[in-house]
């Protein structure tokens, strides 16, 4: 399954930058979806929930906007904006 891979290179980028800050928790994750990354924000959402279970991501706020630019450089990607940790 293609998301799901996708979900864990999130994941994996989004505890990599949690554990340089040296936090304990992550409490909300900053997402962008491309317009043309074929995913919704709610098949997203979904898929981030179960892929952070036993982790310091688990139970984060997901904080997911859409890009609606066709043309923009990374439009067929979900980029990780920003993280709120504790």
């Given amino acids: 399954m293609h998301e799901m891979s996708t979900v864990r290179a999130l994941c994996t980028q989004a505890l990599e930058a949690a554990n340089a800050s040296r936090a304990g928790k992550v409490t909300a994750i900053n997402l962008k979806i491309g317009a043309l990354s074929h995913l919704s924000a709610s098949h997203l959402?979904?898929?981030?929930?179960?892929?952070?279970?036993?982790?310091?991501?688990?139970?984060?706020?997901?904080?997911?906007?859409?890009?609606?630019?066709?043309?923009?450089?990374?439009?067929?990607?979900?980029?990780?904006v920003s993280l709120e940790v504790e």
């Fill in 45 to 80: 959402r979904e898929h981030l929930v179960e892929a952070a279970a036993d982790s310091i991501l688990e139970g984060a706020r997901l904080e997911i906007s859409v890009d609606e630019d066709t043309s923009a450089d990374h439009a067929q990607e979900i980029e990780l």
